[in-house]
């Protein structure tokens, strides 16, 4: 089984500095507490450019570990964040309220068309994986931060 962590950040909300990364993983931890037999395949992260919030930068991390599920014609893995409301608006509980959201949430739908089988699960941000991709995701905010 394959499951893409992802992450997202900014320095300050809203803000003109912001950043995503994902680590994709096979066979990851049986229990979300630990990080055995797990095996980090990929890992990739962006800076974004423009004004964003928080929310904008957690559905850009989401959007973009479809579009490689999609390019690595993958199926059947999971989508792990520790965004509850981007989870729980993708899974359906939660409306989605923001015009910028309501784009990317009918992108992640029509990309979502071309799997048979994907989950998308919230974790604590103390999950070891999302520890390790939030730190990623802050490198990459702190090299954009020194560029600028």
């Not at 599920?69 to 509980?93: H, T, V, W």
């Not at 784009?103 to 994907?118: A, D, G, P, S, T």
């Amino acid at each position: 089984m394959i499951t893409i962590y992802v992450d997202a950040g900014v320095r300050g909300n809203p803000s003109d500095l912001g950043a995503w990364a994902m680590f994709v993983v096979r066979d990851p931890e049986s229990s979300l507490e630990t990080i055995s037999g797990g095996k980090c395949l990929h890992k990739v992260g962006k800076s974004i450019p423009g004004k964003v919030t928080n929310n904008y930068a957690e559905y850009c991390g989401i959007l973009c570990a479809l579009q490689y599920a999609r390019e690595e014609k993958m199926d059947g893995f999971k989508i792990r964040s520790d965004s509850n409301l981007a989870i729980q608006q993708i899974n359906g509980n939660f409306k989605v309220k923001k015009a910028e959201l309501i784009q990317m949430h009918q992108k992640i739908r029509e990309i979502l068309c071309h799997f048979e089988c994907v989950s998308f699960e919230w974790v604590p941000r103390t999950n070891k994986w999302i520890t390790r991709v939030d730190a990623f995701c802050n490198e990459i905010l702190d090299e954009y931060s020194i560029q600028r």
